[in-house]
């Protein structure tokens, strides 16, 4: 059968095993220690990364916040642009007095009566007999009354405001508003 060989012709054989499991064990090793050092290689850049990505969470953090606050100040501003607006066009829109009598001024000189002028300029009865009143003496279809200087006896004065009183009634005035003016001018 077969013999088994001596120890000693199998010496070269064990140390030559030996030899390339000690080789092997050292490549294994090494590789090891490179795979170590890359692996760690790794986690210092997923650290970094990490700590990269919270900053960048916290700057847009900070971005969203300056946004909001940039987003509120911009609706304040666009309510404050559309007010301004709103009022620029109330103010367009609206009738001055000087506008107002210029356009009754107007209409009285193309013939409006006081009713026209109290609608459309949106005048008191009172302001629209005066226009029309003062529209007529300017044109010279009304005589102007003297103007009386110092006072006269009280008899006078009660004749003179009747006469303006009845006067006024003649150029379509309201009564009241002549009486009360011609009571006033006697103080």
């Given at each position: 059968?077969?013999?088994?060989?001596?120890?000693?012709?199998l010496?070269?054989?064990?140390?030559a095993?030996?030899?390339?499991?000690?080789?092997?064990?050292?490549?294994v090793?090494?590789?090891?220690?490179?795979?170590?050092?890359?692996?760690?290689?790794?986690?210092?850049?997923?650290?970094?990364?990490?700590?990269?990505?919270?900053?960048?969470?916290?700057?847009?953090?900070?971005?969203?916040?300056?946004?909001?606050?940039?987003?509120?100040?911009?609706?304040?501003?666009?309510?404050?642009?559309?007010?301004?607006?709103?009022?620029?066009?109330?103010?367009e829109n609206?009738?001055?007095?000087?506008?107002?009598?210029?356009?009754?001024?107007?209409?009285?000189?193309?013939?409006?009566?006081?009713?026209?002028?109290?609608?459309?300029?949106?005048?008191?009865?009172?302001?629209?007999?005066?226009?029309?009143?003062?529209?007529?003496?300017?044109?010279?279809?009304?005589?102007?009354?003297?103007l009386?200087?110092?006072?006269?006896?009280?008899?006078?004065?009660?004749?003179?405001?009747?006469?303006?009183?009845?006067?006024?009634?003649?150029?379509?005035?309201?009564p009241?508003?002549v009486?009360?003016?011609?009571?006033?001018?006697?103080r």
């Amino acid at each position: 059968m077969f013999a088994l060989p001596s120890f000693e012709s199998l010496w070269p054989l064990i140390a030559a095993g030996m030899l390339i499991l000690f080789v092997l064990v050292l490549v294994v090793l090494r590789r090891s220690v490179v795979v170590t050092a890359r692996l760690e290689a790794q986690r210092q850049k997923l650290r970094h990364s990490e700590k990269e990505l919270q900053k960048a969470s916290k700057q847009l953090v900070e971005m969203r916040s300056v946004v909001i606050g940039l987003g509120q100040r911009l609706t304040e501003q666009l309510e404050t642009i559309q007010l301004l607006e709103e009022r620029v066009i109330e103010l367009e829109n609206a009738d001055t007095d000087g506008r107002l009598y210029s356009r009754a001024t107007k209409m009285v000189q193309l013939g409006a009566d006081i009713n026209e002028l109290i609608e459309e300029c949106e005048l008191p009865k009172a302001e629209a007999e005066l226009m029309l009143s003062l529209q007529k003496k300017l044109a010279g279809k009304e005589a102007i009354p003297p103007l009386q200087r110092g006072l006269h006896t009280s008899a006078a004065n009660r004749s003179s405001s009747g006469s303006r009183h009845n006067s006024g009634q003649q150029r379509g005035l309201d009564p009241s508003l002549v009486s009360s003016r011609s009571t006033s001018r006697m103080r």
